[in-house]
């Protein structure tokens, strides 16, 4: 078990002694932690990684060999693999990859494991991909799931905190992050938490943080100022030796860096983060499909709730919800179909099929757009949904996009000495949250009243009572202003152009009239970490045939073939 597990796991001997290398799946759902599992016996290797990606498994054929390791780059590496330009070309969609596109891997010849899937190597090197268990029912009413919540969330933070001198974790005045730090006050010694101001100054974070705060005796509060911090988009002009994949979160890149290092000072090697929370107890919209499918007359009222509170427009959000197309459907035609539609109304309605509105920048160029749409096209013909639930379907997405997040800011943080921990994401507190009936959770007067009831007697009432979230968009927009010259020399020699995957010159002008709507901003984080991506390999692998690809030079790979 190879990650963050208890001491001591009481019954470990008893999965060996069983000397079946599957039996060990039955782990993951009975300890509490993160971890990758792997067994061996007579000559077989099983090896699993969890539900939400924190701990994900690439393999691949070396030599006639499999082999499997947490990251994909170090297996392109062994394999010399080139760079997968059509997969390349999804990683431009915003607002990011939809299933199951968005786990294709970017290595030629390397593959993910499938959501709870299982990797048997024999004797002979072979591998045979297994499924994982079954998804639970989303019908554990809410009294008792939250019960199950709490005892999950609660070992969770347990084996990350018992035992140590000094924890740090974020204190954002969210319910999430709020939680996290209320569950680990008094089982360190020292429990240090953090809180990074935003630069809008119309958000309500930094009160709710320090109400939590005037609660939590103690903890020892940092609170950073927007300009103690390296702002959005800093530092892009740098390269970066974790060749996974583009960062989906590059533009804050320089400011995990140095929050790392400012607590690495501060003497924490472990720091708490609340994500993971927001996908599990924000219920997905598209549970309302759902619901109005098992229970009609319930779901009227909540409907109506809704729309009051989000502004969905009536026609669209009845035409959303009467929707019937398969996920194949949706995803091999109407995805490709929209990919030019302007973003203008795509929050009028709860859901767009089994997703949100998947867009291609401006800047994308038509070839790309139309490798794009070949991608999906061949992704519908052979994937089923994560879920037969849409809201399921949806909520195991955005886990999984989150999950990938806190994997890559997880080695940001490792070069300073910091682990970053997400204990929402293990797999005993998705369980128990994906195991909730949404029928009590799908309500427009209560925000995350799961986790509300889950936290009951731990956080205090005060800090439960929030229903506002904030937003970052003026984060985003002072960023691009303050880089706007680093990201314009990013424009020059960009490798996307060369590839014939982006207009450099229209997303120039991007940068230079920034648009008033923050949506038009999202494609430009795909499209960053694309390109910083491709310089960073090209850097790292200057001989390889990767590289070459990374630097644009499509015909001397040709060539080399």
Known sequence: MLGRVPAGVPRLAEYLGRREPGASADVRREVPGSFHTVAATDGVVFVQGDLATVREVFHGRVRGVTVAADRPDGLAELTGAGIDEAALAVRLLAPAAPWPLSEDCLWEGIRALPPGGHLRIGPDGRARVRPGPPLPMPDVPLAEGARHVRQALTEAVRVRTDGRATVSADLSGGMDSTSVCFLAAGRVERLLTVMCESSDAGSDDGHWAALAAESMPGAEHTRYRAQDLPRCFAGLLDTDDDLEAPLAVVHARAMTLEQARELAAAGSSRHLTGHGGDELFHTSPGYYHDLLRRHPLRAIGRLRAAQAVHRWKTGPALAALLDRTSFSGWLGYEVGRDLRSPVRGVNATPVSGWGPAYRMPGWATPEAVDSVRRSLRAAARDRAPLSPLRGQHLTLQQLRHSGEMVRRIDRLSARHGVAMEAPFLDERVVRAALSLDYADCLRADRYKPALVEAMRGIVPDGSLGRRSKAEFSADIYLGLREHRRELLELCDGMRLDALGLVDAAALRATLVNLPPSSLDLV???????????????????????????????????????
Do not use: F, N
């Not at 491709?534 to 060539?559: H, K, M, Q, T």
């Open 523 to 561: 494609p430009l984080l795909g499209t960053l970490g694309c390109e910083v991506w491709l310089r960073s390999v090209a850097a790292a692998r200057p001989r390889s045939r990767a590289a070459r690809v990374a630097a644009g030079y499509r015909s001397e790979v040709e060539a080399g073939r």
